[in-house]
């Protein structure tokens, strides 16, 4: 009998899972949506420096806060970027478990209702609804061991939107894309917009191989999965976030100048040339242009 596409399989499930596929939608919009970056407390101020001389943008004033739901002291601050935002912390006093751990955090219209539908699509909740300094927050996690965060504002924000949509670089095993993609697709209404099974691997570091590449776009912004058996060499897989700029080479020089290191230099990948960054503090970017059609 022949395999059917994973495309294929994701929307077969859901049109067979009615309860999940009327859920409401509960996401804002993608420039709501940050990656949490967590840094040494001395690496704060130099990777604010370096990722808004990269990018542009302007990080709100830092405070010193407690944003877990057990004892904790961390600096916090937003930096909002044309490209996308970042979440910043510098924690003064051990992390608490699993903090650390979840990649973003998607802002919701209703917490308590956004996790029932999390929970309702397959998600774990392992954190529960706790209260934080400006809202409610929670903590989930995806099939594939992916954690996110769900946030609520008391004051509800207002932010233009973003000249690129950043995306949530995913890294999941054959095993369990299948049931991540699914999920996540039931929980946000997205959409699968490209499914390759056999994507070049230089963009895993691999350029030898071709490996299994999903792009998922939703209300929360975009989704690159990437399928593999783990065999990464380094930095992939350590990557969150991949960031489209409209000049690559003139952002890498901006970065290398502000303090970041280029870990992979630019390749070519059909229509989309990349590198990888690391800033000051330690956290792993990809940066990326693609080719206008």
Same mark, same amino acid.
């Given at each position: ?11 077969? *499930? ?18 709501? $949506? ?7 407390? *001395? ?6 420096? +370096?990722?808004?001389?990269?990018? =542009?943008g302007a ?13 904790? +002291? ?30 973003? *955090? ?28 400006? =809202? %409610? ?31 949530? %670089? ?30 070049? =691997? ?5 350029? $030898?191989?071709?490996? &299994? %590449?999903?792009?998922?776009e939703s209300v929360?912004? %975009? ?29 890498? $020089?901006?970065?290398?100048? +502000? ?9 070519? +990948? =059909? ?10 503090? *330690?956290?792993?970017?990809?940066? &990326? ?5």
């Amino acid at each position: 009998m022949p395999r059917l596409p994973l495309t294929l399989v994701a929307l077969l *499930g859901l049109a067979a899972s009615p309860a999940l596929a009327v859920t409401p939608q509960f996401g804002v919009g993608a420039q709501y $949506d940050t990656t949490h970056v967590y840094v040494a407390p *001395g690496d704060v101020d130099a990777f604010v420096k +370096s990722f808004l001389a990269t990018f =542009g943008g302007a990080s709100t004033k830092q405070v010193t806060a407690t944003v877990t739901p057990t004892p904790s +002291s961390t600096t916090s601050q937003l930096l909002r970027t044309p490209v996308g935002a970042v979440s910043l912390f510098g924690f003064k006093t051990p992390i608490p478990y699993p903090f650390g751990a979840e990649r973003s *955090g998607y802002l919701v219209t209703d917490l308590d209702k956004a996790v029932a539908a999390a929970k309702s699509a397959g998600a774990d909740i392992i954190v529960a609804p706790f209260q934080d300094p400006i =809202g %409610r927050d929670a903590v989930i996690q995806w099939p594939g061991g992916v954690n996110m965060q769900l946030y609520w504002h008391t004051t509800a924000a207002n932010y233009p939107a973003l000249t690129t949509i950043p995306e949530n %670089r995913i890294y999941v095993s054959a095993e369990r894309v299948a049931a991540f993609t699914h999920d996540f697709i039931a929980f946000s209404h997205g959409k699968v917009v490209s499914d390759d099974p056999k994507a070049p =691997g230089i963009e895993i570091g691999r350029p $030898d191989e071709t490996f &299994h %590449r999903l792009r998922i776009e939703s209300v929360f912004g %975009r989704m690159t999965v990437l399928v593999t058996d783990g065999h990464l060499p380094f930095p992939y897989g350590r990557d969150t976030t991949g960031y489209e700029t409209s000049d690559l080479n003139a952002t890498l $020089d901006k970065a290398k100048e +502000s303090g970041a290191q280029i870990l992979v230099e630019p390749y070519q +990948s =059909g229509d989309r040339r990349a590198a990888m960054v690391e800033f000051p503090g *330690g956290y792993i970017a990809e940066i &990326h242009t693609v080719a206008a059609k």
